[in-house]
């Protein structure tokens, strides 16, 4: 069986027919929304092409994106056409095909890793497996300890879940959002424990609605900046309440010290993160992709969850004043080495060498 259905992409060829759902939907709907998401992001198909979709597989979506950059490609899987672009009407085996049975690896600049896109048949059999393939596909090459460890099967769990009841992602960024103004208020008053675990639901649920987007198939512009912006603000509070809640321990800072502490929080937060924006400006990728220490370290710069287990360690010693003290310290630790890599980069480029991410070279 073959239908051809119109997207905003262009005409998209399905072959095949196939009555297993992937993230409670049919395949059919899956590629289609993957082919309107790709046109939202301004991908079209070049002139007299088409793109066809062989229902018997799921795939992973990077591949879509590498079809549409290059006309007249297929990716195939043991001789069989899984994705491609094509002339209308021609057979997808007569185009330039790439096999992946054999196990390459690409780069994905969008995730920043370099990984085998995941390619299998679609049964019963083989649909949770697929599900759990796609979602850890989605997940990011370069990410802190936390996401990258500690938390990702309770939050393929929570995807499942939020899934099969038909959640959107943008439902579960605004719970994530409660969760993350209610720990502020609890840090506020000294109730740390408790702000912790209102402050893992967030981070954890934070995972969740991009996976839920990605696997989906459902980001919106207005959820990835609610998403993103939530992320953006929300850390220096949290440190500057965390010291006021000092004083319900006892344990408050004299007015210099948390002066101090929250000039370097605050400056050394915003300084990063414009430290990082400028590097993606001007050599156009991640900071954190382009050499091996640069990935190792973005496990432990001092983002929200790395310091997060700095408080946690502290709290556990009784001390939250030490801890609050720790992260500023290791915050200014991550700025210097932030700003050296950033002249290392632009040292690097004025000998005349490019700044490529070493997956991307690999």
Known sequence: MTQTIPTALG?????????????????SERCRRLAESAAKDGSRLADGQELVVNLAFA???????????????????NGVPVVGQIPAGSDPMAAAVTDLADGRKLYNRQLRKLDQPFVRELTPATRREIERKSYFGAYKGVTDL?????????????????????????????????????????????????GMLAGFTFMVLDTVDGKLARCTITSSKWGNVADHGVDLIHPPFWWYFWGVGLGT???????????AVMIVV??????????????????GIDMHTWQPFDSRFRLITARRNPNMVILFVALLAGRPDIGLIALAGWILI????HTVRLVQAYATKRAGHLIVSWMEAA
């Not at 005409?11 to 027919?17: A, I, S």
């Not at 409660?178 to 109730?191: M, N």
């Not at 006892?250 to 948390?258: I, M, Y």
């Open 11 to 27: 005409p998209v060829r399905l072959l095949g027919d196939n009555e297993t759902p992937i993230w409670g939907m049919a395949n």
């Open 249 to 259: 321990w006892g344990l408050a800072l004299s007015s210099e010290v948390f002066a």
């Open 334 to 337: 991550s700025l210097i080495v």
């Open 266 to 283: 605050v400056v050394g937060y915003i300084l990063q993160r414009v430290i990082e924006g400028v590097y993606i400006r001007y050599f």
């Open 146 to 194: 936390l996401t990258k460890y500690l938390w990702p099967e309770l939050a393929l769990w929570l995807t499942r879940i939020a899934a099969s009841i038909g959640m959107t992602p943008n439902m579960v960024t605004a719970i994530g959002a409660a969760a993350c103004v209610y720990a502020t208020y609890l840090f506020a008053h000294g109730h740390y424990w408790a």
């Open 59 to 77: 795939f992973d979506p990077m591949l879509l994106r590498v079809v549409l950059e290059t006309p007249a490609s297929v990716f195939a899987w």
